[in-house]
């Protein structure tokens, strides 16, 4: 027993499911390397709070470095992967070649923009910290030149904000948009008319939040509407270019921020395995969760497609989680000489929160909303946030946010040049309204 | 009197002598106009701690846009001066010509190389908020890159920080690295070798900390030294490479990480305005902090060289914040047609801190070190940091690496690309150490 040589398993991705696995291992004889492009994990569900400088980007960032710390077998490497050798059994990344016993693929999804022209060229992702970063530079950016502007339909379109897609990405940002909107930037920008900043929610289905009960639909679209936004259902989007987001119904939208929550899908492309993917991009798996045909690879999270009585389990943090720690426990059996287990999946219910004491529940046959399921959103997500530093200062700031109506961090750091299309040196500064 | 237009002034620049001028001016009958490059206020004596991974960089900085909304008479405007016009009395921006009746300027400093080659080009200012998160990506960067490098020599290079000034940020930012190395570097790369990594404070004076008491300098040295601060005095740097910083003595030492702390000069070259400057680059005023030959001109801050018998004022925050006042008041007088007052200075007292426990202060002719000048420090940093949530998040992040022994953000937003110059491919993945 001491002298045998312990089996690798190389997890690619520190999401949700990459972490879970890496965690659900570290009782098993295994040595376990964890690989991923950043040193920190992304706490995803806040993230839209990153974009409505709400938040610091930081206080969702958990250093990989301190998890593995805790985890005696478990080693985090800050890598890129560049290509899976599935049957020489080896990982490539920018700077070494990793062999492995067991492979786990955890590398999650990338934004999908459906084939429609221009989205993936004008319209924001909200995906990752920098994304989330560069939307809310852009989004204080476009209230500083608005301010400047003497045109009014040019002002117009600074200030009009459209939400593709009506998911609870799409349903939560726009809460908190208009939040900032009314809480900091309308006492920020007092010579502003605030009657021309438009929030738009537009949803290609007949419905928002869709995988919700009926009854919790029609309460977030009468609370979001109550906040000022314009909801447009059955709605889908043709063509976005720099100035505008034109509709398939031949609508047209004057806006600079189009921000795409409308569709992910599997981040495997950047790992250039030769994996038979289904359209939405996901891994075909057996019930196991092992890849077809390779018997130690196994793919979790976003990546993977697993169904469960026919249905497409979505693309959510408890499904990622749950998954890595089945993987683990396969690996482990198979280790062991014994054959992997199927995957079952707890649904453990839904929440999604629109605005302040506004928010959706879904807890298996149970829905409710407003105050209640407000307070349980805010609950459960301080309790899933990784590291406890990050727990109390994420608090902090939701209660200053809270009591004060004030977003905090509205702070633009100069990456784009500001004023692109708008420099007019010429243009003598006028001074309106704000006399002592 | 109520006709009567208002005369309007026109600050450039918002650190504390800006800020303090467009304070101080909030009850004179004028119109304040506050101009910046970026949409916040910088607490730059914290800088240092953003670049040690210790606080988020959104902590340190204060939104212009709130600030003005205390002021009713002051006006908030995110532009960059391209031009100054002191014959037509206009100030030309990246988007608007804006004519005033008096102008101060406060566009503070930036780093002087002092014309070493290479300096400007390889060497780390810290100076701006970005600096000092493009230099705490670049250490975090070493140390990851380090943690890959089989060559002995490479990882030396890697883990080698070289400080070059002992004024109080080079001496405040060598206590904050070691700190951070210490306690979280340390445990978050086990498999590296602390005995490797080197901390330089280069000094071309005889002493640290020039303009403290004799006493207070041999005790900052001998707690830098303490904590493993390799402090190399009268040692004046001659070239600075990628690869290494070579010392006029014929030293060298390699290092991918040489910070800038020795020097700084007035920001006015970016103004354009045919000013004379001295050699430190700061514009000459009268005794009013009026700029010679431009009655309606005032030049304050790190700008302005102010000679108080014979001495020219260091370039401090005290003293931007007191000629701010001045500046505003003797504007004041001139409008009432009354004759400007000269310049004041009280000199409230040096502060500068090393580590846990250990500081310098100097009140008056009170010197003393250790546990109470460290507590005096922050406490004095904290009620100076503008703004309530910043302060309290502030205060808990310290709280945290207080008790927790732990900088919290530790995070590399891959703005460089990662080992750019350590591009191995085909390197094996040697696991040294670390097994269960």
């Given at each position: 027993?001491?002298?045998?040589?312990?089996?690798?398993?190389?997890?690619?991705?520190?999401?949700?499911?990459?972490?879970?696995?890496?965690?659900?291992?570290?009782?098993?004889?295994?040595?376990?390397?964890?690989?991923?492009?950043?040193?920190?994990?992304?706490?995803?569900?806040?993230?839209?709070?990153?974009?409505?400088?709400?938040?610091?980007p930081e206080l969702l960032a958990y250093p990989l470095h301190r998890f593995q710390r805790k985890l005696a077998n478990v080693r985090f490497l800050m890598a890129s992967v560049k290509r899976l050798d599935l049957?020489?059994?080896?990982?490539?990344?920018?700077?070494?070649?990793?062999?492995?016993?067991?492979?786990?693929?955890?590398?999650?999804?990338?934004?999908?923009?459906?084939?429609?022209?221009?989205?993936?060229?004008?319209?924001?992702?909200?995906?990752?910290?920098?994304?989330?970063?560069?939307?809310?530079?852009?989004?204080?950016?476009?209230?500083?030149?608005?301010?400047?502007?003497?045109?009014?339909?040019?002002?117009?379109?600074?200030?009009?904000?459209?939400?593709?897609?009506?998911?609870?990405?799409?349903?939560?940002?726009?809460?908190?948009?208009?939040?900032?909107?009314?809480?900091?930037?309308?006492?920020?920008?007092?010579?502003?008319?605030?009657?021309?900043?438009?929030?738009?929610?537009?949803?290609?289905?007949?419905?928002?939040?869709?995988?919700?009960?009926?009854?919790?639909?029609?309460?977030?679209?009468?609370?979001?509407?109550?906040?000022?936004?314009?909801?447009?259902?059955?709605?889908?989007?043709?063509?976005?270019?720099?100035?505008?987001?034109?509709?398939?119904?031949?609508?047209?939208?004057?806006?600079?921020?189009?921000?795409?929550?409308?569709?992910?899908?599997?981040?495997?492309?950047?790992?250039?395995?030769?994996?038979?993917?289904?359209?939405?991009?996901?891994?075909?798996?057996?019930?196991?969760?092992?890849?077809e045909s390779y018997n130690n690879v196994y793919a979790i999270g976003d990546i993977a497609a697993v169904k469960l009585d026919g249905q497409k389990l979505p693309m959510l943090a408890p499904v990622a989680i749950?998954?890595?720690?089945?993987?683990?426990?396969?690996?482990?059996?198979?280790?062991?000489?014994?054959?992997?287990?199927?995957?079952?999946?707890?649904?453990?219910?839904?929440?999604?929160?629109?605005?302040?004491?506004?928010?959706?529940?879904?807890?298996?046959?149970?829905?409710?909303?407003?105050?209640?399921?407000?307070?349980?959103?805010?609950?459960?997500?301080?309790?899933?946030?990784?590291?406890?530093?990050?727990?109390?200062?994420?608090?902090?700031?939701?209660?200053?946010?809270?009591?004060?109506?004030?977003?905090?961090?509205?702070?633009?750091?100069?990456?784009?040049?500001?004023?692109?299309?708008?420099?007019?040196?010429?243009?003598?500064?006028?001074?309106?309204?704000?006399?002592?």
């Amino acid at each position: 027993m001491k002298a045998r040589k312990l089996q690798r398993v190389v997890i690619v991705g520190a999401g949700f499911a990459g972490l879970s696995a890496a965690r659900a291992l570290a009782r098993s004889p295994v040595e376990v390397v964890l690989l991923d492009r950043n040193n920190y994990h992304t706490f995803l569900p806040l993230l839209y709070q990153v974009a409505a400088a709400k938040l610091e980007p930081e206080l969702l960032a958990y250093p990989l470095h301190r998890f593995q710390r805790k985890l005696a077998n478990v080693r985090f490497l800050m890598a890129s992967v560049k290509r899976l050798d599935l049957v020489e059994q080896v990982v490539v990344t920018n700077n070494a070649l990793i062999p492995y016993d067991f492979l786990i693929l955890a590398s999650g999804s990338t934004e999908k923009f459906s084939e429609i022209p221009g989205a993936s060229t004008y319209a924001f992702p909200l995906k990752t910290l920098e994304q989330a970063i560069s939307l809310r530079n852009h989004i204080l950016n476009c209230f500083e030149r608005a301010a400047h502007e003497p045109n009014a339909s040019r002002r117009q379109q600074l200030l009009t904000f459209v939400i593709v897609g009506g998911g609870p990405t799409g349903v939560e940002f726009a809460g908190a948009l208009v939040e900032l909107i009314c809480s900091t930037l309308l006492k920020d920008y007092p010579t502003l008319d605030f009657q021309q900043v438009r929030v738009v929610l537009l949803q290609a289905g007949s419905s928002l939040l869709p995988h919700l009960p009926k009854w919790l639909q029609t309460y977030t679209e009468r609370k979001l509407r109550q906040l000022g936004v314009a909801v447009y259902l059955k709605t889908r989007v043709n063509l976005v270019t720099q100035e505008a987001v034109h509709l398939l119904d031949g609508g047209l939208i004057p806006t600079e921020t189009v921000i795409w929550t409308a569709g992910v899908q599997g981040n495997l492309s950047d790992l250039m395995a030769r994996l038979p993917t289904d359209s939405a991009g996901q891994v075909a798996v057996k019930p196991s969760l092992q890849v077809e045909s390779y018997n130690n690879v196994y793919a979790i999270g976003d990546i993977a497609a697993v169904k469960l009585d026919g249905q497409k389990l979505p693309m959510l943090a408890p499904v990622a989680i749950q998954q890595g720690i089945t993987a683990a426990r396969n690996i482990a059996r198979q280790i062991e000489g014994r054959s992997p287990l199927p995957f079952r999946y707890q649904n453990l219910g839904n929440l999604v929160i629109i605005g302040r004491h506004a928010a959706v529940a879904q807890l298996g046959k149970l829905t409710f909303a407003g105050f209640p399921a407000w307070v349980l959103w805010q609950v459960v997500h301080l309790v899933k946030l990784s590291g406890f530093r990050n727990r109390c200062l994420v608090l902090m700031n939701w209660i200053f946010c809270y009591l004060f109506r004030e977003h905090g961090v509205s702070l633009v750091l100069p990456k784009e040049p500001m004023l692109t299309s708008a420099l007019r040196p010429q243009l003598l500064l006028r001074l309106h309204g704000k006399t002592p």
